[in-house]
């Protein structure tokens, strides 16, 4: 079993729904989470970054952690073609090195 | 603030072959660590350099190998390749304190025939 499980999807939306993504991971060292999106033959942008479990919030974009569950997710509101991407959910234990663990990530398509 | 920066960004190699691709860090960014990425296995950690120093390191074979200089530049070497070394190689940078905030780079993208 991976330490890290993301839905590979793909998933296609129409334009402005809500998009749920998700992850879930057995390891309860990992204290830090982070979203990151890829577009195609580029490397990962980071999107979110978070310590605690509960929400964060950035623009369009929801961050959410509840590590009782071992579970994060990811809402993307009024999701733009632009959004079509894949998104990869990563996260590491808190020492000093910057390991990431990441999840196979899910595939993202908007439709107009 | 420049981002972080690999070359080569594409290269095709021959097996048995070795390849060394370097990467820059953010300014200011004492951290770096290398990634391999593959449709079959996705993102996976080969090491993590700080201080010029190797401070972690996944579960790849010794033909994987990197360095990081003094000015926190950074280069990995695969010798002899193999067909399954093809991949984006991903090198991402940060302060160097747990915790931190990981940038990417482009990646490198290397076709081995």
């Known amino acids: 079993q991976k330490e890290v499980e993301q839905d590979p999807g793909p998933l296609s939306v129409p334009e402005g729904a809500i998009v749920s993504l998700n992850c879930t991971y057995s390891n309860s060292a990992f204290q830090y989470f982070m979203w990151y999106r890829q577009y195609s033959r580029k490397g990962p942008e980071l999107l979110m970054y978070?310590?605690?479990?509960g929400n964060k919030e950035d623009g369009r974009f929801t961050a959410q952690v509840d590590k009782s569950s071992k579970y994060i997710s990811l809402f993307i509101r009024d999701s733009q073609p632009s959004d079509s991407a894949t998104y990869l959910c990563?996260?590491?234990?808190?020492?000093?090195?910057?390991?990431?663990?990441f999840g196979t990530g899910t595939r993202l398509t908007v439709i107009p | 603030k420049a981002g972080v920066t690999q070359t080569p960004r594409y290269l095709i190699k021959t097996r048995g072959q070795q390849v060394t691709l370097s990467c820059s860090p953010i300014?200011?960014?004492?951290?770096v660590s290398w990634y391999q990425q593959t449709p079959g296995q996705g993102l996976q950690f080969l090491f993590e350099?700080?201080?010029?120093?190797?401070?972690n390191k996944g579960n790849f074979p010794g033909r994987f190998s990197g360095r990081q200089f003094s000015n926190s530049r950074s280069e990995m070497n695969v010798s002899t390749l193999e067909l399954g070394d093809s991949a984006l190689y991903l090198c991402a940078s940060s302060p160097g304190q747990g915790g931190d905030t990981i940038y990417f780079g482009e990646g490198s993208w290397l076709t081995v025939v």
């Open positions: 300014s200011g960014h004492r951290s």
């Open positions: 990563a996260m590491s234990v808190q020492t000093g090195a910057n390991n990431l663990f």
């Open positions: 350099y700080f201080s010029e120093t190797q401070r």
């Open positions: 978070t310590y605690s479990s």
